[in-house]
T-cell receptor, first 117, second 114 residues
Framework: AQSVSQHNHHVILSEAASLELGCNYSYGGTVNLFWYVQYPGQHLQLLLKYFSGDPLVKGIKGFEAEFIKSKFSFNLRKPSVQWSDTAEYFCAVILADRGSTLGRLYFGRGTQLTVWP | EAQVTQNPRYLITVTGKKLTVTCSQNMNHEYMSWYRQDPGLGLRQIYYSMNVEVTDKGDVPEGYKVSRKEKRNFPLILESPSPNQTSLYFC?????????????FGQGTRLTVV
């Protein structure tokens, strides 16, 4: 089974601190990469995605992520977090060159981010 | 407004009593799927559907059934629920099964089986 690893289970920051959440995947082929956010009591919303091209992608709310193919990583960053960023963050992968699982998102276990005002 | 609608949002039931969680999307998407979310495990795919009358198992299909008679609807059926199916369930849809499409998620159904 494919695996997506999120290294931090719970991250606690003060407002204005910088954020980096790690994500690594195990698949050696072509991947499409996503970060989703889940605010308390709500459904998952797409933060950003990477399909091809510039490995540094920008998403909503000031988030960005960098795809490093050699490291099988897609880390999420934000220079200055806000209290409203408190949420759970999920990294997800689609195996883009594997027909049998096309469309299936493989999720990491999630990282709970708590931002103190 | 483009959306994926699940019902009910919350459900408490007893072991063995059949239940159905409905999912409907208004975006004419071909690909639909069900995930369950459990603490520390992230989301895992239960079943998916490439199009009408085309469904297949995901990673954790045991104890679940689905159907896709119409493009917009993709109900999840638990014929005989058990306590280990207590979880948060999400329905998702995307334009197609191509990897370069965004998945849209429903609001979730929190199911408790006692």
């Amino acid at each position: 089974a494919q695996s997506v690893s999120q290294h931090n289970h719970h991250v606690i920051l003060s407002e204005a601190a910088s954020l980096e959440l790690g994500c690594n995947y195990s698949y050696g082929g072509t991947v499409n990469l996503f970060w989703y956010v889940q605010y308390p009591g709500q459904h998952l919303q797409l933060l950003l995605k990477y399909f091809s091209g510039d490995p540094l992608v920008k998403g909503i709310k000031g988030f960005e992520a960098e795809f490093i193919k050699s490291k099988f990583s897609f880390n999420l960053r934000k220079p200055s977090v806000q209290w409203s960023d408190t949420a759970e963050y999920f990294c997800a992968v689609i195996l883009a060159d594997r027909g049998s699982t096309l469309g299936r998102l493989y999720f990491g276990r999630g990282t709970q981010l708590t931002v103190w005002p | 407004e483009a959306q994926v609608t699940q019902n009910p949002r919350y459900l408490i039931t007893v072991t063995g009593k059949k239940l159905t969680v409905t999912c409907s999307q208004n975006m004419n998407h071909e690909y639909m799927s069900w995930y369950r979310q459990d603490p520390g495990l992230g989301l895992r795919q239960i079943y998916y559907s490439m199009n009408v009358e085309v469904t297949d198992k995901g990673d954790v299909p045991e104890g679940y059934k689905v159907s896709r008679k119409e493009k917009r609807n993709f109900p999840l059926i638990l014929e005989s629920p058990s306590p280990n199916q207590t979880s948060l369930y999400f329905c998702a849809s995307s334009l197609n099964a191509g990897g370069e499409t965004e998945a849209f998620f429903g609001q979730g159904t929190r199911l408790t089986v006692v």
